[in-house]
Nanobody, 122 residues
Framework: QVQLVESGGGLVQAGGSLNLSCVAS????????MGWFRQAPGAEREFVAA????????YYPDSVKGRFTISRDNGKNTAYLQMNSQKREETAEYYC???????????????WGQGTQVTVSS
């Protein structure tokens, strides 16, 4: 099965930027949509961004529109999440995910990575 490994998390000041990467390992037999979720301690899991296999369609919640950008490079089996103007309340564990249908990935996922911590300081 495909494994997802996130990287790029760390400490960033409020208003700063951070770029996350997600590498899918193993042979790919399905052209899956990829996306990102986040979960803060004591909070529910929250959808952050999703992108179709072709890269031609993306979804974002209103909370990150205009600040976050999701992209992918299928030749490298990698998805990215560029986060700009970071807010303190966005401190969370960020998870990479894959799903068969793009619209489904706004709420659920078939495959999950282990997560990478993002801490936004004041």
């Amino acid at each position: 099965q495909v494994q997802l490994v996130e990287s790029g998390g760390g400490l960033v000041q409020a208003g700063g930027s951070l770029n996350l990467s997600c590498v899918a390992s193993g042979r790919t037999f399905s052209r899956l949509a990829m996306g990102w979720f986040r979960q803060a301690p004591g909070a529910e899991r929250e959808f952050v961004a999703a992108i179709a296999w072709s890269g031609g369609k993306t979804y974002y919640p209103d909370s990150v529109k205009g600040r976050f950008t999701i992209s992918r490079d299928n030749g490298k089996n990698t998805a990215y999440l560029q986060m700009n103007s970071q807010k303190r309340e966005e401190t969370a564990e960020y998870y990479c995910a894959e799903e068969e249908q793009l619209v489904v990935l706004t709420t659920e996922a078939k495959y999950w990575g282990q997560g990478t911590q993002v801490t936004v300081s004041s």
